[in-house]
């Protein structure tokens, strides 16, 4: 009993001494988010000051490398294959490395590292995380990489340019129309998200509540956002969960296409299966047996392969001297044709793909 | 530990003598220290990119987490304990000071609350553990889900990335031109006083001693539960500066910081030569095993091995890692009796068979 | 743990009052998680009607059985005082090859043998250096966890198996049943009903239980201690093939991260469901429960509204509630064995 009571006496005793180091150390003004604030407005921008040459050649052999957000992913590896073939048609070389999980970020980061210990030229990658990939791709830009994201975005002062899928905005609001016009314009409808943390998911989603307070959708309401962490077991739970908690559920909208073949499979086999509207971002493989079946009338996506292409013939591009990210710089993009740098160094692919019955059929991935 | 995994060996380990056991443990982690340096040798002759101060710097940065959290798993380990929580505890810390960040507190009061919080969480196993007897492995399997889901609430969907930049740059940049982090130093001084705590000080000898056989410790005057209480609090105290450190080296503090980071921790520890039963390894062996595996992935992924089949070499330096040793010494025990059997046999032979 | 004596169920050396005493605090033990998970739905269907639904019932059962087939397997090991954590490994590597050999055109029930088979493979191999190397389970079942995720993810690559891969009777299989029990669930019973059984009525199950409560004693008593760990090992593994295999059917979606992470809560449902990891304790049909609760938990949670946030963290307190008491269960238990002893002992002297 002695022992305890003095071993709690010296817990609480260190306790209060590292409180009070602490108390010390915030009344001598410490550094805070405001204090730090002021500062930083300045670092933006810092590629766009070195001049373009628009006629400068495309350089040959040279190494474009691609860092997806993971590996073994069907989605991205479609979307590097596209950019593998389009790098290699101009005479560079292609390689991808990569991490065998979405969310190991620390992963991600000693690849940009290895990738500039490796001198390549340029480096595509998706981020995991819109800061913890900043430091590292500093490092690369510094020793003479260029660096452009594609399907997921830095903070626009680590990278060089950003090849955007589709803006957030069309894809947040095309949704929507999707899914209101498949629910006649009326009920509750819910939004079947990926990881809370997940920056584009979460642009998206901003897009789709903005477009949901337009007076044509008034009868409209979303009742919730659900996370089902893009795995495959989690996503089908969330759908339970929605159907259960909201009985007079319309529609629900997956903008991932994890989420979205979950949400599948679970109405395909219940007797909500074409009652309750699903639409979303899907891959036309993915989705082909439940537009069949009926579970599904409609969906989305762009072409990922032709997003991995851009992403080559955007970093040659930079890697040649040909632009280098300010906004208005034009280039050529092989059989895609040409492309503007938008605001904040963003490359658009285009409008989304809609597919339905009637052109599903056309498309392979 | 000892008493619940399947080890008829591990009865006899009082039996065989310490002396056996000593010598086997001094040959694992010396193998591995040799490999590391083979290893380095090699990649610096044959590997380009390697040998450069950059990539070094690269390579002891990521490397950091695993190493800063091996110093206290190391002793739990050889306590006879284990914390499969130090990934959560780091992520939470990160969590919690990303909160606080975005509450407008001044980071120098941050940094010491999210190592307070560490020695909460570690205090929590730790008294789950000693005050209530249950198994560490079980404990501290539900704190992981535990602390990784207050985090989840804590921090939920943000990802804290402003920082400020002076300590942005301490936990991210290097000495002058030389292959040393900043935050490499912190981490050698803790690396100095562990090893001294557990290879020169009676505290490092009750570890072993508790580790090899709780019962016999305790009588020997040992105050079990409070030295295992002690390397608990330790062990969540350095996984929240971990995470504190991982926050700012990598610029973001999100919910799932650090996410698996128990099982690298413990996969290195292990490659070190660190017995699971307890009572065995040296700080040495550990940190050697760390930079093997760090060294190692490195390596790796400089001459474009993919990342599944580093899961699979991985997978199967651990398993040799345990399993090796053990063969040599069951190896050896049979030489051993057989010289036995030829001469005279003492007594003790005998409970070994 | 040496320190206290912990109830050991088939510990043969037990006199038959004090097994009767034994069993019943066992059965307790089993009827407090039932008694929750009875609590929580009840709560819950009271605060939305629509939770136990037809449709609702099914959902449950079908969730839960995947999750049991597995941590059925995980306590035959965990009984041995050993434990499996390559089951998630095990689960997508089996899953992708049932899924691509129907993807082929093969037979549905071939390829759930074949799932079954491979499963027990890898638990042959866990088994034999478990018990042949006499190496910690944890250390080589997290060895072979990386092994075999590197394995199934080189072999795997970025092909996946979809739902349009599958015939769809085998699919169907997958969310069908008889009015609100799937078939599923059928064949979940049925291997829980054949596992109890063989550990509580023949020698080699419960040898497993002896082997657990003192792997020395066992020894010591003739139990051929290898090969019944061997056979735990095949067990589990070859259960966590079946699991994979019904994923397949369930999810009609497989990947090279299937079952990633899954280890995890294996463990979590055997160990709320009272199967301690000291091994020599604790039955299938509580492992069973335990996992009916925790996936359970998971739909509880979303159908009443409470964010998917707070789903983590309550799983890992109840995980902490359930060893806890646990413990402080058996410590009186224990106490009360000791009264008995003594009473006992003053009765025949006096």
């Given at each position: 009993m002695h022992a305890?009571?003095?071993?709690?006496?010296?817990?609480?005793?260190?306790?209060?001494?590292?409180?009070?180091?602490?108390?010390?150390?915030?009344?001598?003004?410490?550094?805070?988010?405001?204090?730090?604030?002021?500062?930083?407005?300045?670092?933006?921008?810092?590629?766009?000051?070195a001049s373009a040459n628009p006629a400068a050649a495309t350089k040959k052999g040279l190494t474009i490398a691609y860092l997806p957000k993971q590996v073994n992913n069907p989605y991205f590896t479609i979307s590097d294959n596209g950019g593998k073939q389009a790098v290699e048609a101009l005479g560079e070389k292609y390689k991808e490395v990569g991490t065998s999980s979405g969310t190991d970020t620390a992963g991600q980061v000693s690849y940009v590292n290895t990738l500039t210990q490796q001198q390549v030229n340029a480096i595509a990658v998706s981020a995991q995380d819109p800061g913890a990939l900043c430091t590292a791709l500093n490092q690369a830009r510094k020793n003479g990489v260029k660096v452009v994201t594609y399907d997921s975005d830095t903070k626009a002062d680590c990278r060089d340019l950003f090849v955007s899928q589709a803006s957030a905005e069309d894809l947040g609001r095309t949704e929507v129309q999707l899914l209101a016009k498949q629910i006649g314009g009326k009920g509750q409808i819910a939004i079947l998200s990926a990881a809370q943390t997940a920056t584009n998911q979460n642009t998206w989603i901003g897009y789709m509540k903005d477009e949901l307070k337009k007076p044509e959708y008034k009868d409209i309401q979303l009742v919730k956002v659900a996370y089902g962490n893009d795995?495959?077991?989690?996503?089908?739970?969330?759908?339970?969960?929605?159907?259960?908690?909201?009985?007079?559920?319309?529609?629900?909208?997956?903008?991932?296409?994890?989420?979205?073949?979950?949400?599948a499979q679970y109405l395909s086999g219940s007797k909500y299966k074409g009652k309750v509207q699903l639409t979303g971002l899907g891959t036309p493989n993915d989705m082909r047996a439940y537009l069949a079946n009926g579970t599904v009338q409609s969906f989305e996506l762009w072409d990922p392969a032709k997003l991995g292409a851009l992403a080559g013939y955007t970093a040659v591009a930079l890697a040649s001297g040909q632009i280098t990210g300010a906004p208005g710089q034009t280039f050529t993009a092989g059989d895609l044709g040409s492309f503007t740098v938008g605001q904040d160094g963003v490359v658009v692919l285009g409008k989304p793909t809609v597919f339905d019955g009637t052109n599903i059929g056309q498309y392979h991935f | 530990m000892a008493d619940r995994m399947t080890d008829p060996m591990a009865d006899n380990k009082a039996a065989t003598g310490r002396g056996f056991a000593a010598r086997d443990a001094l040959r694992w982690d010396t193998v591995v220290g040799a490999l590391l340096v083979v290893l380095?040798?090699?990649?610096?002759?044959?590997?380009?990119?390697?040998?450069?101060?950059?990539?070094?710097?690269?390579?002891?940065?990521?490397?950091?987490?695993?190493?800063?959290?091996?110093?206290?798993?190391?002793?739990?380990v050889v306590s006879g304990e284990i914390d499969l929580s130090v990934g959560s505890t780091a992520g939470l810390a990160g969590a919690v000071m990303g909160r606080l960040w975005n509450g407008g507190m001044a980071i120098e009061m941050i940094i010491p609350l999210c190592v307070l919080l560490g020695v909460v969480c570690g205090l929590v196993n730790g008294l789950l553990v000693t005050r209530l007897g249950l198994p560490s492995l079980a404990v501290t399997i539900g704190t992981l889900?535990?602390?990784?889901?207050?985090?989840?609430?804590?921090l939920g969907s943000n990802s804290v990335t402003d920082f400020p930049q002076q300590y942005l740059n301490f936990a991210s940049d290097r000495i002058g031109g030389t292959f040393v982090p900043y935050a490499a130093i912190p981490w050698a001084v803790l690396l100095l006083i562990a090893v001294v705590l557990l290879h020169a000080t009676p505290i490092g000898r009750s570890l072993f001693a508790v580790g090899a056989s709780q019962e016999a410790a305790r009588f020997a005057g040992i105050r079990v539960k409070r030295l295992k209480l002690s390397m608990f609090v330790a062990t969540g105290t350095i996984s929240a500066l971990t995470g504190v450190f991982w926050a700012l080296h990598y610029a973001s503090a999100r919910y799932d910081n650090a996410t698996g980071l128990e099982l690298s921790v413990i996969a290195a520890v292990?490659?070190?030569?660190?017995?699971?039963?307890?009572?065995?390894?040296?700080?040495?062996?550990?940190?050697?095993?760390?930079?093997?595996?760090?060294?190692?992935?490195?390596?790796?992924?400089?001459?474009n091995v993919s990342s599944q089949s580093q899961t699979l070499i991985t997978g199967v330096l651990l398993v040799v890692s345990v399993l090796a040793p053990r063969l040599a010494r069951q190896a050896g025990r049979a030489r051993a009796r057989r010289k036995a059997a030829v001469g005279d046999m003492p007594p003790t032979a005998l409970t070994a068979v | 743990m040496t320190m206290t004596t912990k109830p050991a169920p088939a510990a043969a050396a037990g006199a038959p009052p004090t097994a009767g005493f034994l069993d019943r605090v066992l059965k307790v033990r089993e009827l407090a998680i039932a008694a929750v998970l009875v609590l929580m739905l009840t709560a819950t269907q009271l605060d939305n009607s629509a939770f136990l639904s037809q449709q609702g019932i099914k959902d449950l059962l079908l969730n839960a059985t995947i999750l049991v087939l597995v941590a059925v397997g995980q306590a035959t090991v965990v009984i041995t005082r050993n434990v499996d954590l390559s089951v998630g490994s095990v689960l997508g590597i089996t899953a992708f090859a049932a899924g691509d050999f129907l993807h082929g055109g093969g037979n549905p029930v071939l390829a759930v043998v074949i799932a079954v088979a491979i499963g027990a493979g890898f638990g042959l191999v866990n088994g034999a250096l478990v018990s042949l190397g006499q190496v910690p389970a944890l250390v080589v079942t997290l060895g072979t966890l990386y092994i075999i995720r590197g394995l199934d993810s080189i072999w795997v690559g970025s092909r996946q198996i979809t739902a349009a891969d599958l015939p769809s009777g085998f699919v169907s299989f997958g969310h069908d049943g008889l009015s609100v029990i799937p078939y599923l669930a059928l064949l979940t019973a049925l291997v829980l009903v054949a596992a109890a059984y063989y550990l509580r009525s023949y020698r080699s199950g419960r040898d497993l239980y002896a082997l657990g409560s003192s792997p020395e004693a066992a020894r010591l008593a003739g139990v051929p201690v290898r090969k019944r760990i061997l056979a735990a090992y095949v067990t589990c593994g070859a259960l966590a093939g079946l699991a994979g295999a019904l994923y397949l059917a369930r999810f009609g979606n497989v990947d090279s991260g299937t079952g990633n992470g899954y280890e995890l809560t294996v463990v979590s449902a055997v160990v709320v469901g009272g199967v301690a990891f000291t091994g020599g304790s604790g039955s299938v049909y509580g492992a069973a429960l335990g996992a009916l609760l925790l996936t359970s938990i998971n739909s509880v949670l979303p159908s009443i509204g409470v964010s998917s946030v707070w789903v983590q963290a309550i799983d890992g307190v109840l995980l902490l509630l359930a060893i806890a008491v646990d413990r402080i269960v058996a410590l009186r238990v224990a106490g009360l064995l000791r009264k008995r002893a003594a009473q006992t002992r003053s009765a025949t002297h006096g």
């Open positions: 305890r009571t003095t071993a709690v006496r010296r817990a609480v005793a260190a306790v209060a001494a590292v409180s009070v180091v602490a108390l010390g150390a915030a009344a001598c003004g410490g550094t805070t988010k405001k204090s730090t604030d002021s500062g930083s407005s300045s670092g933006n921008g810092s590629a766009a000051t795995d495959a077991q989690a996503s089908f739970q969330q759908t339970q969960g929605l159907l259960q908690q909201y009985p007079n559920l319309k529609g629900i909208i997956s903008p991932t296409t994890v989420g979205i073949k979950a949400a | 380095l040798v090699c990649s610096f002759s044959l590997v380009s990119n390697f040998g450069n101060a950059l990539n070094l710097s690269f390579l002891i940065g990521n490397t950091l987490p695993i190493a800063l959290i091996a110093l206290p798993m190391t002793m739990l889900a535990a602390y990784r889901g207050i985090a989840q609430i804590v292990l490659l070190g030569g660190i017995d699971f039963d307890g009572g065995k390894g040296t700080l040495g062996g550990a940190v050697a095993g760390v930079f093997l595996l760090g060294a190692l992935q490195n390596v790796m992924s400089l001459i | -």
